[in-house]
T-cell receptor, first 113, second 115 residues
Framework: EPEVTQTPSHQVTQMGQEVILRCVPI?????FYWYRQILGQKVEFLVS????????KSEIFDDQFSVERPDGSNFTLKIRSTKLEDSAMYFC???????????FGSGTRLTVV | AQSVAQPEDQVNVAEGNPLTVKCTYS??????LFWYVQYPNRGLQFLLK??????LVKGSYGFEAEFNKSQTSFHLKKPSALVSDSALYFC?????????????FGKGTRLHILP
């Protein structure tokens, strides 16, 4: 069964550093998403992406965040200057036309120290 | 805007007993409803979904959920719980309004199955 792949599985970074979280969505999917889960808590929507542009973003997704689909297969989330409160599990998801559900990746655990 | 509520932070059930994890939703139009499960230190796994059709939806691992439009509920159920069902369960709703939309998750319910 097709999967959404996320790398790395765990990343530790110092506060103020830039991080890039990578995702490879399912190949024929057109809609892409990032969600965040602070340890054991609610899964929160960050951003949706379609046709090479952001469709919607939440209040969490401020100017420190950006997304990109650089090469037609990868979908990245960049945090420009990480803060301690950015420590969370970040999930990528993708969805196809007529597919009402999302397929989630296994997540990247980001730890900011 | 859509929303989803899971009124229980934790549910404890003895192994072999039936289990129910509650979920209610709020949308303007027709809801698309989902249940996901998260095992410790793992990602989100899809369990089942309701889009249209039969109100009783069957999913993975013997789970099922019943869509009740009048009560705006989508409770997750299993006839006989296993210890391995212990995990964090998320109800989610999606409301198709534009070319794109998003799934909104409930806060999650931790299910403990007691041996």
């Amino acid at each position: 069964e097709p999967e959404v792949t996320q790398t790395p599985s765990h990343q530790v970074t110092q506060m103020g550093q830039e991080v890039i979280l990578r995702c490879v969505p399912i190949s024929n999917h057109l809609y892409f998403y990032w969600y965040r889960q602070i340890l054991g808590q609610k899964v929160e929507f960050l951003v949706s992406f379609y046709n090479n542009e952001i469709s919607e973003k939440s209040e969490i997704f401020d100017d420190q965040f950006s997304v990109e689909r650089p090469d037609g297969s990868n979908f990245t989330l960049k945090i420009r200057s990480t803060k301690l409160e950015d420590s969370a599990m970040y999930f990528c998801a993708s969805s196809g036309t007529g597919n009402y559900g999302y397929t989630f990746g296994s997540g990247t655990r980001l730890t900011v120290v | 805007a859509q929303s989803v509520a899971q009124p229980e932070d934790q549910v404890n059930v003895a192994e072999g007993n039936p289990l129910t994890v509650k979920c209610t939703y709020s949308v303007s139009g027709n809801p698309y409803l989902f249940w996901y499960v998260q095992y410790p230190n793992r990602g989100l796994q899809f369990l089942l979904k309701y889009i249209t059709g039969d109100n009783l939806v069957k999913g993975s691992y013997g789970f099922e959920a019943e869509f009740n439009k009048s009560q705006t509920s989508f409770h997750l159920k299993k006839p006989s719980a296993l210890v391995s069902d212990s995990a964090l369960y998320f109800c989610a709703v999606r409301e198709l309004m534009n070319r794109d939309d998003k799934i909104i998750f409930g806060k999650g319910t931790r299910l403990h199955i007691l041996p």
